[in-house]
């Protein structure tokens, strides 16, 4: 067992050096061998399996019936005719599922974790899959353990493993540590193992197991496939649709009903009643929902967004307040120190020597972990601007490191805002440094440095030393103070002596000013929580128009004193958290909360998980971002840049609009089919549809155009309107009504292209327009098929123009562009095309039933199918004469 074992025998057990790890071709050879370090997940379904089951859905079955019944009274053309559309929904629904599901699935891929390793001597990011045995993985706060570890290397390493014991407080490891005998995972401390993550501190470990053979890959329930969840949309439709396919059923029992009392034909109608609960229930809406998020998921990946969960598209265009961590999101995270300040001076970083002040120069030096060796760049941007400063007087971490060595450390976290290094000279002596915020290692200090010399520090010294950070803070720079304590090596941060201050500037990302307007304009308040000091996020804020008072601001130590309620009920007079730790931002995301607000949160740190958890959206930042952070967020941000997440919030809200327009289409057009025909035959005419009109209807001209309204461009405007409530139905803001009407209209049209035929018969005869006339006109088969072919293209046709206008219920049609929605375009070409094809060409004709039409018809069909459009201008000006009142 790897745990009973030393490093050293554990290396070269694996063959692998401690130093430099494997080399690319060795792990390579490695990698082929044993396969990758993926746990197997459940396979995706085949082809087949998703073609299936589409055949496993009541609608279905009732078709599958009405075949039967149709083969059994010798109507085989019926019953070819409907096995033939339950193919081609089943086809339609098969290539819509793997397309959602290949989305998805490249998303995955793309937010798969990575791991460090040390390959051939150097550190690189690899994707975790590519991880074998004897690999030697770098470990540090916030990162996801990529596969079971024999540790080598422990600085202060504390591991979170509750993905495997259950038990939630970080366990210390030691890598020096060796097992006697067996011993169980939890008392393993020389090991880390895969899925756990690192919640403090740094480290090395070799891969010993990887892929299924891990402990965790053994476990094999903790593998079983997360549940996919529907979205709060897709339930809500899902109820919908039972609601509203119960009221179809009962409109189309009592029209067959009615038609058995008058004595039509029991089978026709049978059929005919069983095509119009299959067109008229909308099954497919959870559907639609779908693949519009799911393609909405995609086209958001090209903004620098990756979606998570896929619920979040929908959360995201109600979201009304976005909370935004300051360093990285909105500002550039390119630090420069500008100022310097010891010996009660401050001066320009240009002007300092090495010589003039050597502890303050080695301090910022030395207690760091950033790295510009070998012309890279490694590290958190606060540190590498200490060495940039160090650069300018041509001093190198590594070149001090070599004279004082770091003999003990306390790694930074953002909570206690220090960090603390020990370094002990060739003559034995110690020094330990301590850098962090000032505010908070100023009252840590009980002497002071001053020209040479350590003296007690007094309230006067503070006071110039306040004064001095303040100065710097409202040039908008960040204040790092140091402080050193002498020969102790316990990294103690207690009783230091202050040094001196730098102040180093991150401007603000130029994009961020506009995205905070625009938020402003469509409603939505930009919060800023930082780490750091009031006055520097302040100065920062009030240049992007975030904040423009003190007064909006708020720090960590005041919320301490304050409970949730009394932040609630001040909550929405502030702009600005700072000095905040990751654990206030649970407080400040349910003190929105408490409001109704929908609330995105960022985050990166291990620390930020639970507000991560805790806010509506939770955001991580792909680049600085921990995995653990990445692990407990809805979305993550690929470029951390907070423009992106007003991208997101356009395109969220655009998704909304779509689902919101495909569902109010495909309703009406449902709605009116169903209406026309019950309709008619409530007033004892013909059927004016036969049943393979209204499959084909609802197969190509409502789904087409269905499908084009769901990857609609999102409306130029969309920012412009305030956040939607969330608890909104699709329904609300006269989208019922709406739907209603236009099922009417369509009914309407539908019904007058149906008697036009016989009322010209009427006319032409010299005999008085009247129902019974027109019932009569309609046992004529000829006129009849006449007849039904009008009210079948006009339906067709009507609903084609329809789509069009739903794109934007409340733009002229004149204003908008058409030519943005290339789908549509097509869909309307290809529906036209088919609808035309279906009267035109003649071995069509004998399977739908339907007369060639001649120009003359065409253009008249086509106009009134045009009546949408027009009904479309009149809704949209009385809209406008209501908002304008
Ligand atoms: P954000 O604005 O995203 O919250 P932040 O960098 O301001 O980020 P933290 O990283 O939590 O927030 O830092 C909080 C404070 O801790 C900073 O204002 C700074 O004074 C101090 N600090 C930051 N980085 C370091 C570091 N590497 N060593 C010592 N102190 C640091």
């Known amino acids: 067992m790897y745990y009973q074992k030393k490093v050293k025998d554990v290396c070269s057990q694996l063959n692998s050096s401690e130093q430099n790890g494997l080399t690319q071709e060795e792990a390579k050879k490695r990698l082929e061998q044993d396969g990758p370090n993926t746990l197997v997940e459940k396979k995706s379904k085949t082809k087949l399996q998703m073609f299936l089951s589409q055949l496993q859905d009541t609608m279905i079955y009732i078709l599958f019936a009405a075949a039967a019944i149709s083969i059994m009274l010798d109507e085989v053309t019926d019953a070819i005719i409907i096995l033939i559309v339950v193919l081609l929904n089943a086809i339609i629904g098969m290539v819509q599922e793997s397309k959602a599901e290949a989305a998805l699935e490249a998303l995955k891929n793309l937010s798969s974790p990575s791991a460090m390793v040390k390959r051939g001597g150097k550190i690189v990011e690899i994707p975790a899959s590519e991880l074998v045995k004897g690999d030697i993985v770098v470990l540090e706060a916030g990162r996801i353990i990529p596969a079971d570890l024999r540790l080598t290397q422990t600085v202060n390493l504390k591991i979170e493993e509750s993905a495997l014991t259950g038990e939630s407080v970080p366990v210390d490891k030691s ?303 960040r204040v790092l103070a140091l402080g050193i304590k002498e020969n102790d090596d316990s990294a103690s941060e207690e009783d230091l002596t202050f040094v001196g201050l730098v102040g180093m500037i991150d401007p603000p990302r130029p994009e961020a000013k506009n995205s905070v307007l625009e938020f402003k304009n469509a409603g939505i308040k930009t919060i800023m929580i930082t780490g750091d000091h009031k006055d520097t996020a302040l100065a920062i804020a009030k240049e992007l128009g975030i904040a423009d008072s003190e007064s909006q601001c708020i720090t960590g130590n005041e919320l301490n004193e304050m409970s949730q309620e009394e932040l609630n009920k001040i909550v929405n007079n502030l702009r600005v958290f700072a000095r905040v730790s990751p654990e206030h931002k649970v407080m400040i995301v349910k003190a929105f909360k408490s409001h109704g607000s929908i609330v995105s949160m960022t985050g990166d740190g291990v620390n930020d998980a639970p507000s991560l958890k805790a806010a509506d959206i939770g955001v991580a930042m792909g680049i600085t971002g921990t995995d653990v952070a990445k692990g407990a967020a809805d979305m993550v941000l690929t470029d951390d840049n907070f423009s992106t997440i007003e991208k997101a919030v356009a395109e969220g809200r655009g998704i909304y609009q779509n689902i919101k327009k495909t569902v109010l289409f495909l309703l009406s057009s449902n709605f009116g089919e169903v209406i026309s025909m019950f309709t008619a035959i409530a007033a004892g005419l013909a059927s004016p549809l036969q049943s393979i009109h209204i499959l084909w209807i609802n197969l190509i001209t409502d789904s087409l155009p269905g499908l084009a309204l769901g990857v609609d461009p999102k409306d130029s405007d969309i920012m412009d309107a305030k956040p939607r409530d969330p608890k909104e139905s699709l329904f609300a803001n006269g989208g019922l009504i709406f739907t209603v009407y236009n099922g009417f209209m369509i009914a309407a049209l539908t019904l007058g292209a149906f008697i036009w035929s016989p009322v010209q018969h009427l006319t032409a005869a010299g005999q008085s327009v009247t129902l019974e006339g027109i019932k009569l006109m309609l046992q004529d088969p000829d006129i009849l098929m006449h007849a039904q072919t009008y009210a079948f293209t006009t339906l067709g046709v009507s609903q084609l123009f329809h789509a069009i206008g739903m794109r934007n219920y409340n733009k002229s049609l004149f204003k908008m562009n058409h030519l943005e929605n290339k789908s549509m375009l097509l869909a309307f070409a290809v529906g036209l095309l088919l609808q035309i094809a279906v009267t035109e060409i003649p071995f069509l004709t004998v399977v739908f039933e339907t007369v060639r039409l001649s120009l003359k018809e065409w253009f008249n069909l086509i106009l009134i199918a045009m009546i949408p459009l027009l009904s479309h201008e009149i809704v949209v000006g009385f809209k406008k004469i209501i908002r304008n009142k």
């Open 175 to 477: 890598a020096e540590y060796v097992a006697e005998g067996d011993t169980g995972i939890g008392d393993q401390i020389n090991m880390a193992f895969s899925s756990t993550s690192v919640s403090y501190g740094r480290g090395e470990g070799i891969v010993v197991y990887t892929g299924m053979d891990t402990e965790i890959g053994k476990i094999a329930t903790m593998i079983s496939e997360a549940t996919e969840e529907l979205t709060p949309l897709q339930k809500r439709l899902n109820d919908l649709g039972k609601v509203l396919g119960i009221v179809a059923i009962v409109i189309v029992a009592a029209m067959f009903g009615i038609a058995v009392l008058q004595g039509r034909d029991m089978v026709e109608m049978l059929i005919t009643a069983i095509s119009l609960a299959v067109a008229a229930i909308p099954e497919g809406l959870t559907a639609v929902v779908t693949i519009v998020l799911a393609l909405g998921v995609t086209r958001m990946v090209r903004v620098n967004t990756i979606v998570r969960k896929l619920p979040a598209v929908e959360t995201l265009g109600a979201v009304s307040i976005v909370c935004s961590d300051k360093t990285g999101t909105l500002t550039q995270n390119k630090m420069t120190v500008l100022k310097v300040y010891f010996d009660g001076i401050s001066k320009d970083v240009k002007e300092l020597s090495y010589d003039d002040n050597k502890v303050f120069n080695n301090g910022f030096i030395l207690c760091n972990d950033a790295s510009t060796a070998n012309n890279s760049r490694i590290g958190d941007p606060t540190e590498l601007a200490l060495l940039d400063m160090g650069s300018l007087m041509n001093v190198t971490r590594e070149g001090l490191e070599g004279q004082m060595p770091r003999i003990n450390e306390l790694s930074f976290d953002s909570a206690r805002k220090l960090m603390t290094t020990v370094h002990k000279d060739n003559n034995n002596n110690v020094m330990s440094y301590t850098k962090g915020a000032m505010d908070i290692l100023l009252k840590r200090c009980s002497r002071i440095l001053i020209n040479g010399e350590t003296i007690k520090i007094t309230e006067n010294h503070i006071n110039e030393i306040t004064t001095a950070a303040g100065e710097m803070a409202k040039q908008a720079l």
